[in-house]
């Protein structure tokens, strides 16, 4: 009986499918274990090898658990919605739904036949109404909140409501308008739309105005990383700046929070440090600068002739540099910036702000070689000595960071330096050696001590006093602020999720709760609506419910649905609710969740707001979602490349390339053994290499290898359907373990898997002969075989629990390889050598141990417990030597007595062989270490 691993994993498969071998019930009489990874997005292209390395491991983990005794919770799903879908449909004709459907058909059997221990009954869709019914119900949950900073925590608008009717909104602070203040008797005499306006400047889900990227070929908004040098990353299609009316989440409230969480969270330093720069908390202050009226003042900074009519608002990090700002930079689309520019620079201003419309913000906030800017003619008063300070704008200021304006400092700061030197503006040298009048020194304490107030302070003395003074003055205050922005929740798109949203008369009321799910209409033309809106607005009958009400015509984006997916599951079929607060009090938090670090400050982020929210609310009974993250690292393939002579259809060999002139081509890797290229395959795979010639070295044509990304335009994707095919599930598996830790990157080399499948033929061959059949005894296990167990299960415990999954592959060989030394047939040994593998290689461990007897499944067998006393030593191997050289190697039990140890070296042959007959002078023995015989 031979290993037929594709007849056993297909046996497998469709026994675990039949008995429902992975179904997970909520059993609060059990432990639980909840296992979870980052669901994928089903594009057509299906998974290549790179893709499961995360599912594999969490698999081991899930598996190894259950052995364990836990119940676990390992479900997967589908993040559904999103652009691609929708651009694929305009190029194919093919609706979303019907693409994506086609989609997850094929990655669940891709998965299905890895053997993943998925409970398929939780399976969730994004893009089901069943399921976003209860994103656009968590929606208007935000919608109905704001966060009150006193009590630090999300509470329900008409708790602010009834604050606002006591005593106004003194003491809570407008996060939208930070200017605004009003009394109790003006809130009660405002109308609602006045009083709907100020509720959206607090709530945690708004609507505002806000200049976004706008693409008219994609008809929608893109994320700054979506645009590259002015046009879509996705076509290349051109992109403007637009003001739009946007949904956003105000992530902002929870900054702190979302800091502090970062304490409680096993998390690799790395992530964590992402976050906590992306969040980026600093500690400063904030100070007005008035800027008089830019129609008198004149180029002569010493011409003062109008009053302060405009103020402009800085947050400085360092407020005791304030003597130093020699000049001050606006971001272009800052409010203040066509009310201060002087009629002489206007027309200069305005070619400027139309060449930072052609710049996304990634470009503008990365090190530019070229420094631009342009001055608006306008001065501000520096409010510590009057001094006048000349306004410029530049690109590298973002209005939405921060408030939009920089205090200059160009002897404390480079990058102030460098713009100050370009545009020959005057730099004041009240530093000494800090300015050399070649580059700033940042690394200098700016601590402007020509002021008397500051003068011989040290700077952290300096900046609290200067924080004070402004203060007092009333010119600003201290302020904690975070370099994190609220996040746009609008997409100008069709397939994404409706917002529960209508408007009357154009104010945003929520949709009635009973008419959730807010489904997605069908529509066949994707094209844009009016004026910038999404194709929603063209289904004329969806979007007006009747004079003068419509709905929202946008839909959410793709995070969306991931925010809080891993919630859904363990409540998947619930109607009543997003999930049952006892499922959700039961299951918890996600105990080990697997992803890739694209989704660091992402998904992660708003997932973990989004989960904030809904403990404040009291929804669940936790805030944050995750206890452990790790981040698996990219399986890279390795391209391999074919060498055309130039102008010709003739290929050279890689080792002789260099005498001729060629052009360098991936080739698909799955026509080359190795570096060896199938000729006859490589003239099949493309029409215009059908006649292709080939100057070869050695009789073979060897081809270039290069480690690159997988990816299907290089050729070098491996897809593990073929591999599944030609070594099994089981191979595939291990094999993946054992390239490397699980958080490393590296090469796939499909040659490598040679030695994971003779490693499962040879286990194979411990139990079964292959005319003989099962050959495993119930006869007693040597004190040998059980070391070798008991080493095994101590190594792959510790190894299993803690992800090292390529040592734990390496551990199974080594064991494997002394078992079959020992010739070692027995039950007690082999059946939880079994257990021990089963959640690397699960097929081929189930076939086994039915083969020997058992009726239940491995799946529920119990977790080998290692025993100490079967892997102490009581022998100790010496080597001998004559005269210090070593000859042979003794072994005794640790207890034996010099005197006994002495006679039996002496009466060894090979001993005796070399004392060469001479005279015996002394036996020296270090016990535990070395015995030498001196003759």
Known sequence: MEYNYRDIEKKWQEHWKQTNAYRVSNNPSRPKCYVLDMFPYPSGAGL??????????????????????????????????????????????????????????????????IGFCFDWEREIRTSDPAYYKWTQWIFLQLFDSWYNRKTQRAERIAALTALFEQQGNAGHECPGDRTLQFTAAEWKSYDETRQREILMHYRLAYLAHAEVNWCPALGTVLANDEVVNGVSERGGHPVIKKKMRQWFLRITEYANRLLEGLERVDYSEALKEMQRNWIGKSQGAEIKFQIPNPKSQSPDPKVQNGGAEFAVTVYTTRPDTIFGVDFMVLAPEHELVSRITTAELRADVEKYLDYVQSRSERERLAEVKQITGCFTGAYALNPFNGRPIPVWISEYVLAGYGTGAIMAVPCGDQRDFLFAKHFNIPITNIIGDAFNGEEANPTKDAVLQHSDFLDGMDMKTAMGLVADKVEELGIGKRQINYKMRDAGFSRQRYWGEPFPIIYKDGIAYPADEKELPVELPFIEDYKPGEDGEGPLANVTD??????????????????????????????????????????????????????????????????????????????????????????????????????????????????????????????DVNIVDGTELD?????????????????????????????????????????????????????????????????????????????????????????????????????????????????????????????????????????????????????????????????????????????????????????????????????????????????????????????????????????????????????????GRMINVVV
Not at 86 to 109: C, K, L, M, S, W
Not at 548 to 564: L, V
Not at 581 to 587: E, G, I, M, Q
């Open 542 to 667: 969806w979007v007006n419910l009747a004079p003068g009400i419509r709905r929202e015509t946008n839909t959410m984006p793709g995070y969306a649905g991931s925010s809080w997916y891993f919630l859904r599951y363990m409540d998947p079929h619930n109607d009543n609710a997003f999930a049952d607060r006892a499922a959700t009090d039961y299951w918890n938090q996600v105990d080990v969740y697997i992803g890739g670090t694209e989704h660091a400050v992402g998904h992660l982020l708003y997932s973990r707001m989004w989960t904030k929210a809904l403990h404040d609310l009291g929804y669940i009974g936790f805030d944050e979602p995750y206890k452990k993250i790790i981040n698996q690292g990219m399986i890279g393939g390795s391209s391999r490349l074919v060498y055309r002579i130039r102008g010709t259809n003739t290929f050279v060999s890689q080792g002789i390339k260099d005498q001729y002139e060629t052009d360098e081509l991936h080739v």
């Open 48 to 113: 290549h090898v790179g893709h499961p390395l995360g599912y594999i491991a969490s698999d081991i983990y899930a598996r190894y658990k259950r052995l364990k005794g836990f119940n676990v919770l390992h479900p997967m799903g589908y993040d559904a919605f999103g652009l691609p879908a929708e651009e694929y449909a305009r190029e194919t004709g093919q609706h979303p739904a019907v693409t994506t459907a086609q989609n997850i058909d094929a990655f669940r059997r891709q998965l299905e036949h």
């Open 679 to 927: 000729i006859a395959a490589f003239r099949k795979w493309r029409t215009d290499y059908q006649d292709a010639e080939f100057i070869l070295e050695d009789g073979k044509y060897i081809c270039g290898t290069l480690l690159e990304k997988m990816s299907k335009r290089l050729f070098n994707t491996v897809n593990p359907d073929d591999i599944v095919e030609k070594y099994g599930a089981d191979t595939f598996r291990m094999y993946e373990m054992f390239l490397g830790p699980v958080e490393q990157s590296k090469p796939w080399e499909t040659k490598g898997i040679e030695g994971v499948h003779r490693f499962l033929k040879k286990l194979w061959r411990l139990y079964v002969d292959e005319q003989k059949g099962l050959i495993v005894k119930d006869t007693p296990a040597t004190p040998e075989e059980l070391k070798v167990l008991h080493k095994t299960i101590q190594k792959i415990d510790g190894d299993t629990s803690s992800f090292s999954y390529n040592t734990a592959v390496s551990q199974f060989m080594i064991c494997l390889n002394e078992l079959t030394s020992l010739k070692c047939s027995k039950r007690s040994i082999l059946e939880p050598l079994l257990v021990l593998l089963a959640p690397f290689a699960p097929h081929v461990c189930e076939e086994l141990w039915h083969l020997l007897g058992n009726t239940t499944s491995i799946l529920d067998a119990a977790y080998p417990v290692f025993d100490e006393q079967y892997v102490k030593e009581s022998t100790f191997t010496y080597p001998v030597a004559i005269n210090g050289k070593t000859r042979t190697e003794m072994g005794f039990a640790l207890d034996a007595d010099n005197a006994s140890i002495e006679q039996e070296v002496l009466a060894n042959e090979v001993v005796q062989k070399w004392m060469e007959g001479k005279q015996l002078k002394k036996v020296v023995i270090v016990k």
